[in-house]
């Protein structure tokens, strides 16, 4: 199993702070994932990065994998009471198969 | 929009009883898994199938079995349910065989085994 640590484990924040949260393995991913889930719903992909140094942008969200493809960060900038819950990593094992291996999860409360 | 529906929310069963937790998907996915998610642990793969009749373990397989007869519907089967199976269970879907690929997950079944 390769296991995917994320930290913090809980992050309570202010409306309109900024925040990162990480993902760090011993093991080399061939892509890596991010998910957002909600109370009483499953995971929803925020999104999918495959390149070493990668990162990607979505509205608030800032996404980066590692150099070495063994780690990713999440930013959010100025964060909404829209933005709680729990996000999880997962990364892909180059298999072949469409195998995630997911993170222990960080949850975020966002206070108004 | 994929949709994958879980056969239920919530489920309470007793020690000892067999439980089948059912999931289906709309999207004409390969592959499906059914992961179980506690607090601190994430999510943890326990078996997936990336066809008709075809199944594979994960990394937590013990005490669990599964059966998927139609590509729409993947169900996971505890022989004899047991206290350290309460859980959240997740079922989720995915196209293809890339890693990358996005699952589609279902609400989840929260079971509490008594």
């Known amino acids: 199993t390769q296991l995917l640590e994320q930290s913090p484990q809980f992050l309570s924040i202010q409306e309109g702070e900024n925040l990162t949260v990480y993902c760090n393995s011993s093991?080399?991913?061939?892509?890596l994932q991010w998910y957002r889930q909600e109370p009483g719903e499953g995971p929803v992909l925020l999104v999918t990065v495959v390149t070493g140094g990668e990162v990607k942008k979505l509205k608030r969200l800032t996404f980066q994998f590692g150099d070495a493809r063994k780690d990713s960060s999440l930013h959010i900038t100025a964060a909404q009471p829209g933005d709680t819950g729990l996000y999880l990593c997962?990364?892909?094992?180059?298999?072949?198969?469409?195998?995630?291996?997911f993170g222990t999860g960080t949850r975020l409360t966002v206070i108004p | 929009d994929v949709k994958v529906t879980q056969s239920s929310r919530y489920l309470v069963k007793r020690t000892g009883e067999k439980v089948f937790l059912e999931c289906v998907q709309d999207m004409d996915h390969e592959n499906m898994f059914w992961y179980r998610q506690d607090p601190g642990l994430g999510l943890r793969l326990i078996y997936f199938?990336?066809?008709?009749?075809?199944?594979e373990k994960g990394d937590i397989p013990e005490g669990y079995s599964v059966s998927r007869e139609k590509k729409e519907r993947f169900s996971l089967i505890l022989e004899s349910a047991s206290t350290n199976q309460t859980s959240m269970y997740l079922c989720?879907?995915?196209?293809?065989?890339?890693?990358?690929?996005?699952?589609?997950f279902g609400p989840g079944t929260r079971l509490l085994v008594l």
């Open positions: 997962a990364g892909g094992n180059q298999t072949g198969a469409n195998n995630l291996f």
């Open positions: 199938s990336y066809d008709v009749k075809m199944k």
């Open positions: 989720a879907s995915s196209f293809g065989g890339l890693e990358e690929e996005t699952q589609y």
């Open positions: 093991s080399v991913f061939s892509s």
